[in-house]
């Protein structure tokens, strides 16, 4: 039977290189307070020897764990996964989070826990015991989830916010949803449209109502009404289909339709062609979130592009911030989303009066 070859542990590194444990300890973790031409030494070491870093020795080494956990809504991630119908929520925030975390010797981890239940707090603190995270990262619903907050402050444990602007505790981070749908609103009406409905997301998102603000905010702006041009959804395709429905059987329909997320949008464009309405000609259509399945419909649909990837690196950044003791912003944080230009809105200024 072949021996089993024996681990190569940080002893092994700094016996080699000749240091103290601690300073390899440094090296490993980025630290400051080593010399660049000893630190070279230390990483050629690790290199040739082939030591691999655990997670338990990191630990060991000090106060920290070098993980950081996201939590997302369990029974909409779930749902999401199982219907497989292309959004990738949870892929964007793996994306920018991982990446981040890469940088700077960490590792992310996803924990789904159920918002809704009775023991979500019970939940949180057994994942908190578990794995010890240096930092937490909250998605929408959680990010405004009281019970949640407070427990994480009661824990001092730095955590950032996405999707939240509440001044307590925590990091908050925007996707900036009113500026967004103020963005959509405003194309529509530069080309011409002057009856824009909005298919909303479900309530106890903050967000929904966000973009709820946008749009009515852009209207104004352009001295138009909303009345009668806003409907309840709550994200899933069916709400998207009872929305389109009811604002294209209006006495005066809206010529677009603004769609709080991909799924209402895939909604509305079925609900159109059932009509006998042609995208972009007789109905336009802009979503939210902009997921791959946007790319591949006829014709391809225009949409918010919601910077997910980069606010889960933002997220990580304000936690690895808040653990080196570095000064945080005061204010909250803002990424901007942008809209990605496809074949689903008509320029209708030569066919509707101003």
């Not at 024996?6 to 290189?17: C, E, F, L, N």
């Not at 290199?47 to 920290?64: E, F, H, K, N, W």
């Not at 924990?111 to 009775?118: C, I, N, Q």
């Amino acid at each position: 039977m072949a021996r089993r070859r024996q681990a190569v542990t940080i002893r092994h590194v700094a016996a080699d290189v000749g240091v103290s444990l601690q300073t390899v300890s440094r090296v490993i973790n980025n630290e400051p307070g080593v010399r660049p031409e000893l630190k070279a030494r230390v990483i050629e070491a690790i290199t040739r020897l082939g030591y691999v870093p655990s997670i338990a020795a990191q630990r060991m080494s000090g106060s920290r764990s070098y993980l950081i956990l996201a939590l997302n809504d369990r029974d909409r991630t779930i749902a999401d996964w199982r219907a497989r119908q292309g959004t990738d929520w949870v892929d964007q925030m793996l994306l920018g989070g991982m990446l981040k975390c890469a940088e700077h010797g960490y590792r992310m981890i996803v924990e789904l826990v159920d918002t809704h239940s009775d023991h979500v707090e019970r939940e949180l603190l057994a994942a908190i015991a578990a794995l010890q995270p240096d930092g937490i990262i909250l998605t929408p619903p959680h990010s405004d989830n009281p019970q949640i907050v407070r427990c994480l402050a009661e824990q001092q444990i730095p955590f950032a916010r996405i999707g939240s602007k509440a001044p307590d505790a925590g990091m908050p981070i925007l996707m900036d949803d009113e500026g967004a749908a103020a963005t959509a609103t405003r194309y529509l009406v530069e080309n011409g449209h002057r009856r824009i409905g909005f298919i909303a997301g479900a309530a106890e998102y903050n967000l929904s109502g966000w973009r709820i603000d946008g749009w009515k905010a852009a209207m104004t702006e352009a001295g138009l009404s909303t009345d009668a041009l806003l409907q309840a959804g709550d994200f899933t395709y069916a709400s998207g289909e009872r929305g389109a429905r009811a604002l294209l059987a209006l006495p005066s329909p809206p010529t677009a339709i603004i769609a709080s997320n991909d799924q209402m949008a895939l909604a509305t464009l079925e609900v159109a062609r059932q009509s006998g309405l042609t995208v972009p000609h007789d109905l336009s259509i802009i979503s939210f979130d902009n997921t791959p399945m946007m790319q591949f419909t006829q014709p391809q649909l225009t949409a918010i592009d919601q910077p997910i990837a980069a606010t889960a690196s933002k997220a990580v950044e304000l936690i690895i911030a808040a653990q080196r003791g570095e000064t945080l912003p005061e204010a909250v944080t803002v990424i901007p989303a942008s809209l990605v230009e496809r074949g689903s809105v008509a320029d209708v200024r030569q066919t509707v009066s101003v």
